[in-house]
């Protein structure tokens, strides 16, 4: 089963930016994926999408300050974000993201990486 591995999480000051990564032990070759996060006593919370080819959406939060891209060749998942606020700061989590009405797919959730953001 595909293993997901979040990185590059890290203290960032409030208006700043960030790149997380999330490596894939397989392949992600036309697997809708997506951006997930969650704080304490939350559900965690689709934050950006995007389809096997390419097509994005994101959550109304973070829309205009958020990106996601990936590279199915390198298995890579990526979310940029900018101007971050002080209501991001979470564990953010890559998935896959097959969604319906009844919600989305997912593999075994790998450990996330902390966003903490210093105002």
């Known amino acids: 089963q595909v293993q997901l591995v979040e990185s590059g999480g890290g203290l960032v000051q409030a208006g700043g930016s960030l790149t997380l990564s999330c490596a894939a032990s397989g392949s992600i070759l036309g697997i809708p994926m997506g951006w997930y996060r969650q704080v304490p006593r939350k559900q965690r919370e689709l934050v950006a999408h995007?389809?096997?080819?390419?097509?994005?959406t994101f959550g109304d939060s973070v829309k205009g300050r958020f990106s996601i891209s990936r590279d199915d060749a390198k298995n890579t998942l990526w979310l940029h974000m900018d101007n971050l606020k002080p209501e991001d700061p979470a564990v953010y989590s890559c998935n896959e993201a097959r969604c319906s009405g009844s919600g989305c797919s997912a593999l075994p959730w790998g450990q996330g990486t902390h966003v903490p953001v210093s105002s």
């Open positions: 995007i389809s096997s080819d390419g097509i994005t």
